[in-house]
């Protein structure tokens, strides 16, 4: 089946990266295909060319006739008639209806979470101490402001 190696093919390409993988399935095809993609895509995860025949196995029947891993491709007839269609739509609009639905909710203006006071080290009073939340916000860390050659204002005019 030509979407098995569509699926590979993508594996193949996102393995390029050298990143941690974590590869996940989706659903909607037949059992037996999704078992031939994912041992397809397990090979090219494991660097493995896998042969085609698929080996003599206790579900071997259900990979008939054609016993292989990639399927031939080419047109395959949709046997859906229009009212079996029909009646799942009808379904799962039903389901849908019995989902409940988020809450509205208001549209507004989200105040900041938190508040700098502008003050001046200047107009403080040295006898009267801050309390400890003050303080804090005063605090520069070490890695926040360089001088020397890490500054990188340095060649800004700050005259």
Excluded at 40 to 63: H, Q, S
Excluded at 123 to 132: H, I, K, S, V
């Amino acid at each position: 089946m030509v979407h098995i190696l569509w699926h590979a093919e993508c594996v193949k390409f996102v393995k390029k990266f050298n990143l941690p993988l974590l590869v996940t399935g989706g659903g909607g095809y037949t059992k037996e295909n999704v078992a031939r993609c994912w041992t397809v895509e397990t090979g090219v995860l494991l660097d493995t060319e896998l042969p085609n025949e698929i080996p003599e196995n206790e579900y071997i029947k259900y990979f008939a006739p054609h016993h292989s891993l990639r399927i031939p491709s080419g047109h395959i007839e949709n046997l859906n008639s229009k009212s079996y269609l029909s009646t799942i739509k009808m379904q799962v609009l039903e389901n849908l209806r019995y989902i409940q639905h988020a809450p509205s909710v208001q549209m507004q203006e989200v105040p900041p979470d938190f508040y700098i006071p502008d003050f001046d080290e200047d107009d403080q009073n040295p006898d009267e101490r801050m309390d400890q939340h003050t303080q804090d916000k005063l605090i520069q860390r070490d890695d926040e402001y360089y001088e020397g050659d890490n500054d990188n204002d340095h060649q800004m005019d700050t005259s």
